[in-house]
């Protein structure tokens, strides 16, 4: 019988990580907790990189940043090891994927910032409380998400358009997504969009450009929140030399709770 990830704790679950024993997206896992994106970058770009997230809020949310070296995310989670406690990353080499890993013992460096970026599956746990059907969790695959023709505001050498993640709902299920997810900006916030996907440049919505398709009810509408897989969209626009970010849908799991993370 598989494990019921959703009622352990973070630091269970990072350790189940680390030891090799999750590998799969994380969405649903520690119910309660806020989940984060992954963005390392070497210590030349992390100004301009920490500029653009300041300017871009709502798919960058800032959670936290590392020390110059340090693996350790000493705001959201003491003790954890950002090289080891997520369940999948990748590897950008001038805008180009390299390599998807389990593990960054080939890939740290002395001179690396780390930073973590708020995660929508932080604010699904409120959407499942208030009895929405999340359909990714629902049909038990990655969240899809998609390249628009959104532009982020430039910041240094970043720029690049914005990646948005898609849940289908009833348009009444959508006015309650927004009330619950206005709630909370650090975490994306409100959705940016919802209805027609050609208005923001998605020519396909079956075929997302991260993660798997959600099939779409008759009577639904595909709304979309802002994504913290943006950072990856931007890597191939702007090439820079190295870049490490988490796979799409395999989290950094914090040690904070979603309700401390809600302006309500």
């Excluded at 695959?141 to 990646?163: D, E, L, Q």
């Amino acid at each position: 019988m598989p494990m019921d990830y959703s009622t352990m704790k973070p630091g269970e679950v990072r350790s189940l990580i680390r030891e090799g024993k999750i590998t799969s997206f994380t969405s649903g896992m520690c119910n309660g907790y806020a989940q984060a994106n992954l963005v390392v970058l070497p210590k030349d770009l992390a100004f301009d990189f920490l500029l653009f997230t300041t300017r871009n809020p709502k798919p960058c949310p800032v959670l936290d940043v590392t020390e110059v070296g340090s693996p350790e995310p000493r705001a959201v989670a003491p003790g954890a090891d950002l090289r080891y406690d997520i369940p999948k990353y990748r590897i950008y080499r001038y805008g180009e994927l390299a390599d998807e890993v389990t593990d960054l013992s080939r890939y740290w460096r002395d001179d690396l910032v780390a930073f973590l970026l708020g995660c929508s599956f932080s604010f699904e746990g409120p959407m499942l409380d208030a009895g929405l059907d999340v359909r990714h969790i629902t049909e038990n695959h990655n969240v899809p998400m998609y390249i628009t023709n959104i532009p982020c505001t430039p910041a240094g050498v970043f720029h690049g358009p914005m990646v948005v993640s898609m849940r289908p709902m009833t348009p009444k299920a959508a006015i309650r997504a927004i009330q619950v997810t206005s709630r909370m900006p650090n975490v994306h916030g409100a959705p940016i969009h919802f209805g027609d996907p050609a208005a923001i440049g998605i020519r396909d919505i079956d075929k997302p450009d991260f993660g798997d398709p959600s099939t779409i009810k008759q009577g639904e509408v595909p709304v979309f929140w802002p994504c913290g897989v943006t950072p990856q969209a931007v890597a191939m626009a702007v090439k820079p030399e190295f870049m490490i970010t988490h796979a799409p849908g395999h989290m950094f799991i914090t040690d904070v709770k979603n309700a401390d993370l809600s302006v309500l």
